[in-house]
């Protein structure tokens, strides 16, 4: 393993990053950097990003990974952090990529949450291209499910009654903060979800975008999500999307996942067949 | 046993200014391993005590609900070093754990999956941070693996146990369960006309009885979930000077598993009154088996260090743990 791990320091900022240098294979000139999931769904799917990089590392890119401030091993506090944070995260960790790791092309790999992330940091950043692993668009739906199951746990192990998401919104909206399975969550975050609209983000010029719609069943459609990331980014000739049967790895499953053998085999399929990307893979 | 109060939930942040942390690797089985190390920016201890915090179950070195990250930041604060690090399989190291069922993985890992990782977290880490004394703990799966590893070394001095699991969780330890409750319906028809006739009619479920047999010859024990690895660990580490603080959320399903399956059973009397000498338990009110809210995880690096002070800075017998209020 060719992997060296830092922390990328600016002002009150501190993010940890893990930079993969391309091992058995030549570098081909090209870094990922990746925008993983949002708090707990990022600890789930940690280790299938790990595998996914180290594949990746095999075949000749640089890849980095952090952790977003106050997640992972990162400074900061969670309940400071917004996705402007996130996107400024994102930043300054390609800043440290290009220090780093000199490419002529640099990409972005978000999952769940952090496919907005990295589709908002491609407005601000020059990116070249965009892999969007699970991405979600309704974010409020997010935001319930992540409450929803916060509760259910307390419900089944502890036996707790809990109040309904819906008290639960309106202490966040009132100023009270809501432990989200040891995340603070804060009424921030949910005003941002409430008022988030997929439209601004597709009205910014993307590069060629790839889109892995990743489903429990098996299934030729898309989900209703990534059938408006695919709307929304229809001006772009260069943007594709493919649904995959493939269980949620980000969440708590009966098997414990290392990988995910067919959102990796597409993607590196998408990025060798992408002329645009001009890769000698 | 001792019922610590928590504090109220409260608002301030527990991030303070970055402390010296670094990523480091080590060697196990042929494994690299990572970790990260939190150095005291001043010494408050007149000796080195590191404490190395072992992976929760498969969830890697931040511990879940971010406590290892946020434990490891307090305790560098108040003086002690610490290791968080990934197991093999895990987080950021290298080998692979299969895809195999949660539920077994588990198993595996209360019956010393991780020992060997974690002794050779120790040597790495008494050698890089040149420690006087080690202690070695967890949340869960953690505290478990911290329990066996102190019968596999003599370099262990203390054992910080959070959220402690004393049954079996593996799908084994759920068909030991089918065959105990097997044994008892065979046991009570043992006497039954009607179940003898169906044994010589061949409409028995002869399997079911086989295997409820073999359950009884091999296994005598009352409690048929008890995780004889914790007992055996216990016996031997009771038996050595370690010492050990144990730690529980008051609405963790675990501390009602050890209290009533262990604590008030009559049957470990003999090896509680051992225990006294070395033990400290403490049970947090209102708190979950996780300590997910970060103002618990102020109380909880509150009792690792001040019990770590009392028991590692000046050790003399009269500062040891044994001034317990048990229940």
């Not at chain 1, 407005?123 to 992540?146: N, Y």
């Not at chain 2, 977290?121 to 911290?146: E, M, W, Y």
């Not at chain 2, 409690?223 to 660990?233: C, G, I």
Request: aromatic share 10%; charged share 25%; proline share 3%.
């Amino acid at each position: 393993m060719n992997e060296e791990p830092f922390f990328v320091r600016d002002g009150q900022r501190e993010l940890f990053a893990i930079l993969h240098r391309p091992s058995g294979a030549a570098d081909i000139g090209c870094a990922i950097v990746f925008c993983s999931a949002f708090a707990g769904e990022h600890n789930m799917s940690r280790r299938v990003l790990v595998t996914f990089a180290r594949l990746l590392a095999s075949q000749g890119f640089h890849v980095l990974r952090f952790d977003y401030s106050g997640s992972g091993d990162s400074g900061g506090d969670f309940r400071n952090t917004t996705i402007e944070t996130y996107v400024a995260d994102t930043r300054l960790a390609i800043q440290a990529l290009r220090q780093r790791a000199p490419c002529s092309r640099v990409g972005l790999l978000g999952l769940r949450l952090g496919s907005l992330v990295g589709a908002m940091t491609c407005a601000a950043d020059d990116i070249d291209f965009l892999v969007l692993w699970a991405p979600v668009v309704d974010v409020r739906r997010l935001f319930d499910g992540l409450l929803r199951s916060c509760l259910a746990k307390q419900m089944a192990y502890e036996h707790l009654v809990a109040p309904n998401r819906a008290e639960l919104k309106q202490r966040l909206l009132a100023g009270e903060e809501v432990n989200m399975g040891g995340y603070l969550l804060t009424g921030e975050m949910i005003r941002w979800a409430d008022s988030f609209e997929i439209e601004r983000i597709a009205k910014a010029n993307h590069p060629p975008c790839f889109v892995v719609d990743m489903s429990k069943t098996e299934k030729a459609a898309l989900s209703a999500d990534a059938r408006l990331w695919r709307t929304s980014l229809q001006h772009n000739e260069a943007c594709q999307a493919v649904a995959i049967t493939e269980d949620s790895f980000w969440q708590d499953l009966p098997i414990y996942r290392q990988n995910s053998n067919p959102a990796f085999q597409q993607t590196l399929q998408w990025l060798r067949a992408t002329k645009g990307l001009r890769l000698n893979m | 046993m001792t019922l610590v109060e928590a504090m109220p939930q409260q608002t301030e942040s527990i991030e303070k200014e970055f402390p010296h942390e670094e990523a480091v690797v080590f060697q196990s089985n042929g494994e690299t391993l990572f970790g990260i190390i939190h150095t005291p920016a001043r010494e408050r201890f007149t000796r080195r005590v590191g404490l190395i915090l072992i992976p929760a179950g498969l969830q890697y070195r931040i511990g879940p609900c971010r406590l290892y990250v946020n434990l490891a930041r307090q305790l560098s604060e108040e003086g002690l070093h610490v290791l968080r690090f990934d197991t093999h399989g895990i987080g950021d190291s290298g080998g692979d754990l299969g895809e195999k069922y949660v539920l077994d993985l588990w198993g595996s890992i209360e019956e010393g999956l991780f020992v060997q990782d974690t002794l050779a977290a120790v040597d790495f880490f008494v050698r890089q941070n040149r420690l006087d004394t080690v202690l070695v703990g967890g949340l869960c799966g953690g505290a478990i693996t911290a329990l066996i590893c102190a019968t596999r070394t003599d370099k262990v001095n203390g054992l910080v146990l959070l959220g402690l699991p004393i049954l079996k969780d593996s799908h084994a330890a759920q068909n030991s369960l089918t065959d105990d409750m097997n044994l008892c319906y065979y046991g009570r028809e043992i006497g039954s006309f009607g179940a003898w006739g169906r044994f010589l009619s061949g409409r028995s479920e002869y399997l079911s009885i086989f295997r409820a047999l073999m359950h009884m010859l091999r296994n005598k024990r009352s409690d048929p979930l008890m995780n004889q690895v914790f007992l055996t660990s216990l016996k031997k580490v009771s038996g050595s000077p370690a010492l050990m603080l144990l730690i529980y959320g008051e609405r963790d399903k675990y501390r009602s598993d050890f209290e009533d399956r262990f604590w008030r059973n009559k049957e470990y009397r003999a090896l509680k009154r051992r225990l006294r000498p070395h033990a400290e338990i403490h049970v947090v009110k209102g708190v979950d088996h996780a300590f997910s809210a970060p103002a618990w995880q102020i109380v909880l690096a509150h009792l690792i260090s001040e019990w770590a002070l009392r028991n590692f800075e000046r050790p003399s017998p009269d500062r040891r743990t044994n001034s317990l209020i048990f229940r």
